[in-house]
């Protein structure tokens, strides 16, 4: 099965670590099936606060407003979409399919080259807050 097989993303653990050293809470929001996603995050060994499954676009923006979510991370212009509907930060990383100018041309408040900027951006944004 696939999820022994999966590995995480370069910078997922500095980006949950920079939002724990925050006092932040860690919500997965994910399109894919629950089970699958927490199987996944065992198997890499990432620990976060919830994760919410079968999420997509609005729907996605429901839960990140459920959770108080100020800030969420994509890679989708649906993300942008959620995080317009959830109240947070658009802030997008071309991890998937979509390259910075599709991000940006989506409205994402914040592009960033890689999820291994998000450490330094996030303090960044903390300081100004």
Do not use: C, N
Request: glycine fraction near 10%; proline fraction near 4%; charged fraction near 20%.
């Amino acid at each position: 099965m696939g999820v022994a097989t999966t590995e995480a993303m370069p910078g997922a653990r500095s980006a949950i670590q920079a939002v724990r050293d925050l006092g932040g809470m860690v919500v997965v929001v994910t399109a894919k099936y629950e089970p699958h996603a927490r199987k996944s995050l065992a198997a890499i060994g990432v620990d976060v606060d919830v994760v919410v499954g079968w999420r997509y676009g609005s729907a996605k923006g429901q839960t990140l407003r459920a959770h108080r979510a100020h800030v969420y991370v994509g890679d989708h212009p649906a993300d942008v979409i959620a995080a317009r509907e959830g109240g947070a930060i658009a802030v997008m990383v071309p991890t998937g399919g979509h390259s910075s100018r599709e991000l940006a041309d989506a409205g994402a408040d914040v592009v960033l080259r890689s999820l291994e900027d998000f450490p330094a951006w996030l303090h960044r944004y903390r300081a100004r807050t």
